[in-house]
């Protein structure tokens, strides 16, 4: 346990003035959750439908955080590329980078399946998927210019031209002093092997200011590398990068935030009666990544992330249930009224 914490704008800054707190990069789905849980998909009969995709979930919960987000992507050009496109003007998302697709490409779909809550799955529906048809041509340059940070997701990086795209906005971000942050963010639809995922994962990673997965997603990053699978290892290797900061996710276990300074923060879960198991990393994403863009301590970023993910482990969708700061202060006044105040320090 650290007595002492240290406040992120001394580790990472960002430029200001710029219109935008962050523009995320990546899809935006659909998830159709069983409103019928706790048996499987092929029993569940009813399902709610929610705007999903992991950037777009973070997106949507840096937005009701206060943040002013842009959006690169590319929708169906029908009622679901509406449907989502629309949710993100109502919640003042900037949807002036979503290119509507022209070739019959499909909004990506996720069934869940949540059979307990600690067993959940999903499915994507991936095939002839809209936003890896996203062109480099929709990223311009005075898009990132005007962003005070901006955020990839690994997925992006499976196929050409979205591929392409990720490439062109990693370089415009390096040429305007634009901080970048991966999220490996991966699911295994769209990629064909993993030496393919760690050559386009490893490329970005070291452009990377922040570097946010699990430990599975750095191994996959780091398997052309030679790296032992240990979390200080990767810490170190990707500070002699460009990192300065490097979030290691261990679902219930909890996280660890490593800093460029050689020091390292961990936080707990906060103890909640959890409905499924997806949707904590969006969560924590947008409750950490808010803190870190407005400076805050450390250990304020990882408890404002550790709050926000169990919110949306014990809620039954993604998007919608991202909370206000105001909600994320009071859950976390419950939970060390309840359980003390040390309750996500490690
Ligand atoms: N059962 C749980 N109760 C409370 N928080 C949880 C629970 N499961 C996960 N979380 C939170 O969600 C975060 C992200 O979960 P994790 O499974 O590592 O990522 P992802 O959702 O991206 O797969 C964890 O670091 C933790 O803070
Ligand atoms: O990322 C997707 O395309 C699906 C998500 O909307 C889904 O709900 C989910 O799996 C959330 O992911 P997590 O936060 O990484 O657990």
């Given at each position: 346990m650290h007595n002492k914490s240290i406040l992120t704008k001394d580790i990472i800054t960002f430029p200001t003035n710029r219109k935008f707190d962050m523009t995320l990069l990546g899809r935006v789905a659909i998830d159709f959750n069983p409103v019928d849980y706790f048996q499987t998909l092929a029993e569940s009969t009813t399902f709610k439908?929610?705007?999903?995709?992991?950037?777009?979930?973070?997106?949507?919960?840096?937005?009701?955080?206060?943040?002013?987000?842009?959006?690169?992507?590319?929708?169906?050009?029908?009622?679901?590329?509406?449907?989502?496109?629309?949710?993100?003007?109502?919640?003042?998302?900037?949807?002036?980078?979503?290119?509507?697709?022209?070739?019959?490409?499909?909004?990506g779909l996720?069934?869940?399946?949540?059979?307990?809550?600690?067993?959940?799955?999903?499915?994507?529906?991936?095939?002839?998927?809209?936003?890896?048809?996203?062109?480099?041509?929709?990223?311009?340059?005075?898009?990132?210019?005007?962003?005070?940070?901006?955020?990839?997701?690994?997925?992006?990086?499976?196929?050409?031209?979205?591929?392409?795209?990720v490439l062109k906005a990693v370089s415009l971000a390096k040429k305007n002093h634009t901080p970048i942050i991966f999220d490996i963010d991966y699911r295994s639809y769209n990629?064909?092997?993993?030496?393919?995922?760690?050559?386009?994962?490893?490329?970005?990673?070291?452009?990377?200011?922040?570097?946010?997965?699990?430990?599975?997603?750095?191994?996959?990053?780091?398997?052309?590398?030679?790296?032992?699978?240990?979390?200080?290892?990767?810490?170190?290797?990707?500070f002699k990068q460009n990192a300065k900061i490097i979030v290691i996710k261990h679902g219930k276990e909890g996280s660890t935030a490593y800093l460029s300074n050689g020091e390292d923060y961990s936080i707990k879960p906060f103890p909640i009666d959890?409905?499924?198991?997806?949707?904590?990393?969006?969560?924590?994403?947008?409750?950490?990544?808010?803190?870190?863009?407005?400076?805050?301590d450390i250990i304020e970023c990882l408890?404002?992330?550790?709050?926000?993910?169990?919110?949306?482990v014990a809620s039954h969708g993604c998007s919608d249930f991202m909370p206000h700061e105001s909600e994320v202060r009071t859950f976390i006044k419950d939970e060390k009224a309840k359980y003390g105040d040390m309750v996500a320090r490690v």
């Open positions: 439908k929610y705007v999903g995709g992991s950037p777009a979930n973070t997106a949507v919960g840096l937005s009701r955080l206060g943040k002013n987000v842009g959006f690169i992507s590319a929708v169906s050009k029908d009622r679901f590329g509406e449907y989502v496109t629309k949710y993100f003007e109502n919640e003042g998302i900037d949807t002036s980078h979503i290119m509507t697709c022209q070739h019959g490409e499909k909004l996720t069934f869940t399946e949540i059979l307990s809550k600690d067993e959940s799955s999903i499915l994507m529906y991936r095939n002839q998927i809209a936003d890896l048809a996203l062109e480099p041509s929709v990223v311009d340059e005075e898009y990132i210019q005007n962003s005070k940070s901006l955020l990839i997701s690994g997925t992006a990086l499976a196929q050409s031209p979205s591929r392409d795209a990629w064909t092997n993993t030496d393919e995922i760690a050559v386009y994962y490893s490329l970005v990673a070291r452009e990377a200011d922040i570097i946010m997965g699990s430990r599975e997603e750095f191994d996959l990053t780091e398997k052309l590398l030679g790296l032992d699978s240990n979390d200080k290892t990767s810490a170190d290797y990707w959890a409905l499924k198991s997806f949707g904590g990393g969006d969560g924590y994403a947008a409750g950490f990544l808010n803190g870190v863009l407005n400076g805050w408890e404002m992330g550790s709050a926000e993910a169990a919110i949306l």
